[in-house]
């Protein structure tokens, strides 16, 4: 087959572009959402540890 080598090059530059620059960001992304999340309850468990019914009353 003619040109092989370049058609495989074409399709590894197609599919590793994607997973060198994409991936890690949107990664990034849902890494920095999950911990918010969780820092969030984290914050709300403790709040809750000190919270007393009717105090500003």
Known sequence: M???GDFVS???AIGF???DFV???LAYL???TVLG???AIRFIVEDVKTYKFFHDM
């Open 17 to 19: 572009t994607p997973l």
């Open 23 to 25: 991936f890690p960001a």
């Open 2 to 4: 003619p040109f092989f």
């Open 30 to 32: 849902k890494a920095g």
């Open 10 to 12: 074409i399709c590894g």
């Open 37 to 39: 999340c969780i820092g």
